[in-house]
Structures are given as structure tokens and as C-alpha cells.
């Protein structure tokens, strides 16, 4: 896993010249935009007053924004070197679907490396629809072989072909050690569209061989596609395809802005992904939505500042019957989000907790609700712990809980506030907890079991 602003992305340079400020109001704008569309999306699942098509999937990008992206060998190729294509996904909890562009399209997204060759790849292997009668329905089916079409919250569509496909990655085995899953269900995209601003690239429309645009430095534009990881009813996640042992883990590096240009961490797999025993090791349940499964839910019982209870009741933040409510983990999601009303509490016991040391909040970043000027040697930061069902996650670094603007001398609150406007269709879950605030954890998903399993750990280099 390569955070795209880590000095070891491929996309670090439109990110170098950017000021801390620039930095933090992307990850802000990002978060925002991340827990809207994802709820927009919801509210269409649950046929409530949206302008979002029913099949949008919950995703939003926004230009300059912070993700994750993974490295994986696609296909099988006769090059007894390298016998597969390497591509960089943006990895999403948020979706379910895996596609990367293939050649033979239209309209596409400027990407280098080449577009996949999927009639070069001995193991690409075009699904029949009586194979998925489900998902390759009339609306899905060309020539009697599966297609598919997924729109995204933010405009960004994406068609093309499903089929079978092979899978390299890395192993835990050894340092040059390689494991391929075959059959692998993805989507081959030959028309994609408004893609281009959302990851800083050209679109590359038919007819523009006569004018091309400006293309990126080379190596600057990576992105070929997503790798979905959600946990929806189509069963087109990674995860969900694995035979046995569907898990995944991770260990996201601190948030500290002064730390975003480490290098990566791993997303691991099936038997790979082993968090070990003991009561160090917590685990929660993991819910699913009925009418709109993609997204993680957890049950949240609480939250407490430094171990003083905010005072929340576990109604608070359950799902309702009309969809409304619930709490996700998401990694997609650079920052905290939490619903005004929710987010007010918490603001109202860290404002306690400081004005004890007699630290009082002054005029906010943008962005933030809360900040403060704290002391060169404060070191009495407070922990937050999101109270979970049997589990009890608590944020014990100072990073994981607030944003640093070093050069200002200014310490604001990580967690962003929204305000609902049901006018516009807003649907937002109560709390979407997002990668600063999972950092320095080892976090497991585990769908057999339908638990999610945490620790603390150093998520340093190669966790």
C-alpha cells in the first residue's frame, strides 16, 4: 500500500510543491467529499430522494486528494522475466468491484504503463452470462458474454467486459517471492470517462489522435484502475473471491503530515493476513447493511476522552430502518468525519480536557472546527477510544487524534464535522472513521468470521 503523497509514489510530484495548509485542506475536502457520496449513494439504495442513479457505486475522488494505491501483476504473458503486466490500483473499501483499463476503447484516462493487453494474456477468459445470471443480465449481456457498467458518485463511469483473470502479488514466502490466484472476476474497461481531473491525468477522448493533449511526465501517471474491497452482495470484491481464508489486513502509517513521505506498507491477503492471539488483540463484529452492503459497519457504543465518557448512548449510532445512521471504518477516507450533533460532544470534552491545563481554542485552519496553541514542551496530549461492541479502540498517539501545522504553531482537531441538509439529499453515516485515526494499528478483516480484529503495532517500512 503507497500512499499517493509518500515520496515513494509515482504521483509524489504534484504534491511536492504543495504548502502544509494546501496539504491538510485536501485531506479535508477529500474526507468531506468521501462520506457524502458515500451516503448519497445510500440514500439512493434506500430509494430516498437522491439524483443519484440506484446503481451509482460509493466512491468520490477529488483532484489532489490522498489514497491509497497497490501494486499488482495482471495476466499471463510469454516473458519468462516478468510473466504478467504490473499495474498500480487505487484501493477501495468503498467498492467491490476490481477493472483496470484494456485496449480496444474509445475514451479512456491517460495512464503509463500501457493499457492492459487482455488478448495478449493467455489466462483472460471473457464470462459467459449464463455464468453470472444475476449480475449479466439483459441490460448485461453482449453476444451472450458478461459486460458491466459502474458509475461513480462523483460522474466517473467506467464499461467494459468481465472476465477471468489472473492475479500476482507479493508474498510473505520471501522478499522476490510471487503467489497468483487464478479466475479472478475482473472488469476490462474499453470506455471510461471523467476520470481524467479526479487523478490529474488527460482524458483521451476518439477522435483527439488529431489534437492529443499534453501528456504527464513519464511515470507520473500510474493509475490504471480500482481494486475493490467491499463487502457487497456481487461478490466481485478481492476478498470476496478468494476461496478460503477471505481476509485482509493492514498497518497504516501515522497521519503526522511531517511523516507523508515514508515509504509503503502491505495489504495482505488470505493466509497472509495473521494478526496473532492474546489480549492485546480485540475484536468487533462486523455488520452489513442489508439494502446497501459495500461499506464496513461497526457497532459504536461510545466515545470517550481520556478515559471520560462523552456520554453517548448506543442508539446514537445505530443504523435505522429508513437507512439513516451507523458508523464505517474506512481507509479510503483520509480524515474522521462525524454528524454535527455527534461531533459537538466530542469537541465539547476536548475543549474541557485542554481548558484544565488552561489552554484556550483560537481562530481555526480552514477546514477544522477546533484548534488550539499549544506549549513547545506539552506532552500531555489526550487518548480518544472509539467504544466498540466487545472492543475498545483507543488512540493513544497525539497524530491520530489532531492535525499539526508546525510552521503556525497550531494543533486542530482531526475529526470533521458535517451539517445535513436533507434538502440536498444528504445521508452521511453518524461516524466514518477514517485512516488518521486507525494509524499505528494492525487492522484485520476477516469475512468468514465477519469480525474485525485490531492491535497496537510500529506501522513502519514493510508492516
Keep these: 500500500m503507497i500512499r499517493s503523497n509518500s515520496k515513494e509514489s509515482p504521483l509524489h510530484p504534484r504534491y511536492a510543491n504543495l504548502t502544509q495548509a494546501e496539504r491538510f485542506r485536501g485531506l479535508v475536502e477529500h474526507s468531506k467529499a468521501r462520506v457524502r457520496h458515500l451516503g448519497s449513494a445510500r440514500a439512493a439504495a434506500y430509494n430516498k430522494s437522491s439524483s443519484l442513479n440506484p446503481n451509482v457505486v460509493p466512491v468520490k475522488y477529488v483532484e489532489d486528494s490522498n489514497f491509497y494505491i ?5 495476466g499471463t504473458f510469454d516473458n519468462d522475466q516478468q510473466p504478467f503486466q504490473i499495474f498500480y490500483l487505487v484501493i477501495d473499501t468503498g467498492s467491490d468491484l476490481i477493472w483496470t483499463q484494456c485496449y480496444g476503447g474509445d475514451n479512456y484516462f491517460y495512464q503509463n504503463p500501457p493499457l492492459f493487453d487482455q488478448d495478449g494474456s493467455s489466462t483472460y477468459d471473457r464470462i459467459p452470462c449464463e455464468h453470472l445470471i444475476n449480475e449479466c443480465d439483459e441490460r448485461h449481456c453482449e453476444d451472450g458474454l458478461c459486460t ?46 471523467n476520470f481524467g481531473p479526479a487523478f490529474g491525468v488527460p482524458e483521451i477522448r476518439d477522435g483527439d489522435q488529431d489534437f492529443p493533449p499534453p501528456i504527464p511526465a513519464p511515470g507520473t501517471a500510474p493509475i490504471s484502475g480500482i481494486l475493490g474491497l467491499g463487502q457487497g452482495t456481487s461478490n466481485f470484491s478481492f476478498i470476496l473471491q478468494l476461496e478460503v481464508d477471505k481476509k485482509f489486513e493492514y498497518c497504516l502509517e501515522s497521519y503526522d ?14 493466509s497472509d493476513a495473521i494478526i496473532g492471539e492474546g489480549p492485546e488483540v480485540l475484536t468487533t463484529p462486523i455488520i452489513q447493511d442489508p439494502n446497501f ?14 478515559n471520560k465518557s ?3 448512548e448506543k442508539s446514537d449510532f445505530e443504523i435505522k430502518e429508513d437507512g439513516t445512521g451507523g458508523t464505517v471504518i474506512d481507509s479510503g477516507s483520509p480524515l474522521t468525519t462525524m454528524i454535527r450533533r455527534h461531533y459537538e460532544k466530542v469537541e465539547e470534552a476536548v475543549l474541557e480536557y485542554f481548558e484544565g491545563f488552561g489552554i484556550r481554542p483560537v481562530d481555526s ?24 461492541e466487545g472492543a475498545d479502540f483507543v488512540i493513544r ?13 497550531l494543533l486542530c482537531l482531526g475529526i470533521i464535522s458535517l451539517d445535513i441538509n436533507d434538502e440536498e439529499g444528504d445521508f452521511p453515516y453518524v461516524v466514518n472513521l477514517g485512516a488518521m485515526q486507525q494509524a499505528n494499528k494492525r487492522i484485520l478483516y476477516d469475512l468468514d468470521a465477519m469480525k474485525l480484529s485490531f492491535t497496537e503495532a510500529e506501522c513502519n517500512l514493510g508492516s
Design 148 to 193: 458491466y457498467k459502474e458509475e461513480y458518485a462523483s460522474g466517473q463511469e467506467t464499461f467494459g467486459h468481465l472476465a477471468y483473470e489472473t492475479f500476482t502479488m507479493n508474498s510473505i514466502l520471501g522478499e522476490h517471492a510471487r503467489e497468483s490466484v487464478k479466475d479472478m472476476i475482473i472488469g476490462c474497461g474499453i470506455n471510461q470517462r
Design 293 to 306: 452492503g459495500t461499506p464496513y459497519y461497526l457497532n459504536l457504543l461510545d466515545i470517550s476522552v481520556n
Design 365 to 388: 485552519e480552514p477546514g477544522f472546527d477546533l484548534c488550539f496553541r499549544v506549549p513547545d514542551n506539552f506532552t500531555k496530549f489526550p487518548t480518544m477510544t472509539f467504544h466498540f
Design 397 to 409: 498517539q497525539w497524530s491520530g487524534i489532531f492535525a499539526s501545522f508546525h510552521d503556525v504553531n
Design 70 to 74: 497497490g501494486e499488482v501483476g495482471i
Design 310 to 312: 462523552v456520554g453517548f
Design 257 to 270: 503530515l511531517e511523516d507523508a513521505d515514508v515509504s509503503h506498507t502491505y495489504l495482505r491477503f488470505g
